[in-house]
C-alpha cells in the first residue's frame, strides 16, 4: 500500500472515527508511480451532515495526491451493500479495508 494512502486514511481517522475506511481505487501513470485514489467512508448514523463532514475532511488532510472521499452512513450502507447493483456493493466487494 502507498504510504500517501495510508497517510490519509489515517488522518481520516482521527478526525471523525469512520466505521470503516476503503481504498476504492488508485490510479497509475505509466512508470508505475501513484496518481490518484479513492476512498469510501462509513460514519456513523449519527453524523448531521455528510456533505459538511466531507467538506472538512478535504480541507483538514494534507495529500500530494489528489483524492477523492465517498460517505455513507452507517445505516445506508447496510442497505446498499445488499443490493448488487450500487457502487456500495461493489466497493464492499472489491475495495481493500484500510480501517
Known amino acids: 500500500m502507498h504510504p500517501e494512502i495510508q497517510a490519509v486514511a489515517a488522518a481520516i481517522g482521527e ?3 469512520p466505521k470503516r475506511i476503503y481504498l ?3 490510479k497509475e501513470n505509466t512508470a508505475g508511480e501513484l496518481v490518484s485514489f479513492k476512498l ?3 460514519v ?3 453524523v448531521e451532515s455528510i456533505s459538511e463532514l466531507e467538506c472538512a475532511l478535504y480541507a483538514q488532510v494534507d495529500c500530494d495526491y489528489p483524492f477523492d472521499l465517498v460517505l455513507y452512513r452507517e ?3 447496510n442497505t446498499l451493500c ?3 447493483r450500487t457502487f456500495a456493493w461493489k466497493i464492499a466487494q472489491n475495495g481493500s479495508v484500510l480501517g
Open 15 to 17: 478526525l471523525c472515527s
Open 44 to 46: 456513523s448514523d449519527r
Open 40 to 42: 469510501a467512508l462509513v
Open 82 to 84: 445488499a443490493d448488487q
Open 75 to 77: 445505516s445506508e450502507w
Open 24 to 26: 476504492v481505487s488508485r
